[in-house]
């Protein structure tokens, strides 16, 4: 019996599904409950160094297009105690730049934030973020009105050229 055929057969106390002939035959319907339970329970993130999570973050952002599965992961980064600073400053930069191609703007700015006031000892990261917080809490009233639109709503006319 190999290791695979000990793990099924352990879900079940049933001696008969330690056959192998009962255990993988396909039409046997008590096979598929084993096999779901065995599938819900393993976690590919979990045990995962910060490292790892820090790559299938960055995989599920920028080749799946996934953001919220990245930014969940990224988080997991961000929030392990042990995780050097280093890892730490990276999560909260990529969980930024998915805010922000996402179109998320406030959390963006606010991760970002948390980035450049906690860890100012990560220059090199610090340095790439610092840019895009600046234009971030650039505030300009102006590009929240449109043309031919003065205070309080009233319609202006255009200027002269």
Not at 143 to 155: A, D, E, N, Q, S
Request: hydrophobic share 40%; with cysteine.
């Amino acid at each position: 019996m190999n290791a695979d055929e000990k793990i099924i057969g352990n879900l079940y106390s049933e001696p008969s599904l330690m056959d192998e002939k009962t255990l993988w035959k396909k039409s046997e319907p008590s096979y598929w409950p084993a096999l779901a339970a065995l599938a819900t329970t393993c976690n590919p993130a979990h045990g995962a160094t910060t490292s790892e999570l820090l790559q299938q973050g960055l995989y599920a952002e920028e080749v799946e297009g996934k953001l919220i599965r990245a930014i969940k992961t990224y988080d997991q980064v961000i929030k392990n105690g042990s995780a050097p600073p280093n890892q730490v400053a990276q999560a909260l930069y990529r969980e930024g730049m998915c805010y922000l191609e996402a179109q998320r703007r406030a959390s963006a700015r606010m991760v970002l934030e948390k980035l450049v006031a906690g860890y100012p000892a990560q220059t090199e990261i610090v340095e790439k973020a610092r840019p895009i917080l600046d234009e971030l809490t650039d505030f300009d009233p102006a590009k929240l009105m449109r043309p031919g639109i003065g205070v309080c709503g009233v319609r202006q006319p255009w200027p002269a050229d």
